[in-house]
């Protein structure tokens, strides 16, 4: 069945960049999402990127997506410690709607 | 502003109790969906709908019923018979165009007393 993986932390230091990595099984996806969860807080969308795509920078989140490879990347630059939280990446199938998500990984910012 | 309000925040339930989570949104969406959070497990789906009057088992729906009798509401019951109830439940829900996402509650914390 579909699978979604990711390392469950991260540790960097405020001002560096960080990157956080996900590998997903189903060809067929659509869309792939990155959500950010922090404490005892629902998810947020923080950017996705449709499957016929390389690469969707905002601001200081790039994200990367190497099909051939089934691996996505999000790219936080500067990271502040308000970037503390557990970040998943989720993708959609061909139809949308449900969502398959990773395990989440959690990032720490050092001062 | 439109959302998903999800209560209570915080719920406790004593062994052989069944508890009723609420969902409900007011952005007009047909789909709802409901998550189970563990630590390092990431979120697996219970059940969900896609209109109302209709729904589906989603990977670990065991222990759990749902109803979708209204399109702005999709309560879970957590039943005695979820031997391990203890979890963060998130609510979502999406406007079933395949380029948009879920948007998501802000959860309520199980706890077994």
């Known amino acids: 069945g579909e699978d979604v993986e990711q390392s469950l932390f991260l540790s960097v230091r405020e001002g560096d960049s960080s990157v956080i990595n996900c590998t997903y099984t189903d060809s067929s996806s659509t869309y792939l999402y990155w959500y950010k969860q922090e404490p005892g807080a629902g998810l947020q969308l923080l950017t996705y990127i449709f499957s016929n795509m390389d690469m969707k920078q905002d601001q200081r989140l790039t994200v990367l997506l190497n099909k051939k490879d089934k691996h996505l990347s999000l790219r936080i630059a500067d990271t502040q410690t308000g970037d503390s939280a557990i970040y998943f990446c989720a993708e959609s199938g061909a139809q949308g709607g449900k969502l398959i998500f990773g395990q989440g990984t959690e990032l720490s910012v050092k001062p | 502003d439109g959302g998903i309000t999800q209560s209570p925040k915080y719920l406790f339930r004593k062994e052989g109790q069944n508890v009723t989570l609420s969902c409900e949104q007011n952005l007009n969406h047909d789909a709802m969906y409901w998550y189970r959070q563990d630590p390092g497990q990431g979120l697996r789906l219970i059940y969900y709908?896609?209109?109302?009057?209709?729904?589906q088992k989603g990977d670990i729906a065991e222990g759990y019923s749902v109803s979708r009798e209204k399109k702005e509401s999709f309560p879970l019951t957590v039943t005695s018979a979820q031997k391990n109830p203890t979890a963060f439940y998130l609510c979502?829900?999406?406007?079933?165009?395949?380029?948009?996402?879920?948007?998501f509650g802000d959860g309520t914390r199980l706890s077994i007393l």
């Open positions: 709908s896609q209109i109302v009057n209709d729904f």
């Open positions: 979502a829900s999406w406007p079933g165009t395949v380029n948009q996402p879920q948007h």
